[in-house]
């Protein structure tokens, strides 16, 4: 499966951007991580199969919301009231079946938050 991410950029802080990823084909779980230099990449939030099995990081909590459109093999993920501290590449990734690991990766988005 292919992923194409989208909808990064520079937002001031308190401000909102959405990033979008499209996948080639269907998939069971998609996820947002995001990676920082000289940190590991970290798993921001996660949706299942259904609209309602979604997670979140603690840092983003009432901030972000994920969500995905089934019929288009589209995730989304809105972030509110964005901080200083969201600044980081994100990158979309794929569960292609239940069971199996984040296997399959789109290419990163830059997330620019200033103060």
């Known amino acids: 499966v292919q992923l194409q991410a989208s909808g990064g950029g520079l937002a001031q802080a308190g401000g909102s951007l959405t990033l979008s990823c499209v996948a080639s084909s269907r998939t069971f779980a998609m996820g947002w991580f995001r990676q920082v230099p000289g940190k590991e990449r970290e798993l921001v939030a996660s949706?299942?199969?259904?609209?309602?099995?979604?997670g979140y990081d603690d840092s983003v909590k009432g901030r972000f919301t994920i969500s995905r459109d089934n019929a288009k093999n589209t995730v989304y993920l809105r972030m509110n009231s964005l901080k200083p501290e969201d600044t980081a590449v994100y990158y979309c990734?794929?569960?292609?079946?239940?069971?199996?690991?984040?296997?399959?990766w789109g290419q990163g988005t830059q997330v620019t938050v200033s103060s």
């Open positions: 990734a794929a569960r292609i079946e239940h069971g199996n690991g984040w296997n399959s």
């Open positions: 949706i299942g199969p259904t609209v309602t099995s979604t």
